[in-house]
C-alpha cells in the first residue's frame, strides 16, 4: 500500500499502464462506492449531491472549476458509502485524479457530457438500487477513461505519460 500511495502522489511521469491500472483500480473502487452509497441513500445524502450537480451546471465554461466539483462529487460519493478505507484510498489519489480530470475537462464538450453522466449517476443513487448505481458509475468512468486514454494516446516515447507538468 505504501507503494501504490507513492505512486498515486507522485509529480513525475507515470508508466501507460500502470495509468491504466490505476484507472481499473479506481473505477472498481468507485463502482463499489457507488452500490454502497446507494443502498443506504438519505434524503438529506441526495439533495447534498444534487447541490453539487447544480454548481457543475453554473459553471460549465470554467474547467478548473468542473474538475474540483467533479472531485468533490466522487469523493461525497466514496464518503457516503460509509466506508473509511476507500474514503481514505479516494483522498490518496488526489492528485493523479486532480491532474487528468483537469485535462479531462479542457476537452471540448467534456463539461457537459460529464453532466450527463453525472445525473445519470445521482439518479441512480437516489434510487436506492445498488446495482443500477454500480452500473452507471461504471459507465460513467470507462466514458472518461476512454477520452483521456485517448487524448493522451499514451504515445511518450519512453511510454511514460506526464502527471504533473511543473
Do not use: C, W
Request: charged share 25%; net charge negative; no cysteine.
Amino acid at each position: 500500500l505504501d507503494l501504490l500511495v507513492q505512486i498515486m502522489q507522485t509529480r513525475e511521469a507515470v508508466d501507460g499502464e500502470m495509468l491504466l491500472s490505476l484507472l481499473e483500480f479506481r473505477r472498481l473502487a468507485e463502482v463499489f462506492a457507488a452500490r454502497k452509497t446507494a443502498q443506504q441513500i438519505t434524503p438529506e445524502s441526495v439533495d447534498l449531491l444534487e447541490r453539487i450537480l447544480n454548481d457543475i451546471e453554473a459553471h460549465l465554461s470554467d474547467p478548473e472549476y468542473l474538475s474540483d466539483a467533479d472531485y468533490r462529487l466522487h469523493h461525497t460519493i466514496a464518503t457516503l458509502s460509509g466506508n473509511l478505507v476507500l474514503k481514505l484510498m479516494f483522498n490518496s489519489f488526489n492528485p493523479i485524479y486532480r491532474y487528468y480530470s483537469d485535462f479531462f475537462y479542457t476537452r471540448p464538450d467534456a463539461g457537459p457530457d460529464s453532466l450527463a453522466y453525472h445525473r445519470k449517476l445521482v439518479a441512480a443513487i437516489a434510487s436506492g438500487d445498488g446495482d443500477r448505481a454500480g452500473r452507471t458509475m461504471e459507465e460513467a468512468l470507462l466514458f472518461a477513461e476512454s477520452r483521456v486514454v485517448a487524448a493522451l494516446e499514451l504515445t511518450d516515447s519512453d511510454g511514460m505519460i506526464p502527471l504533473i507538468q511543473d
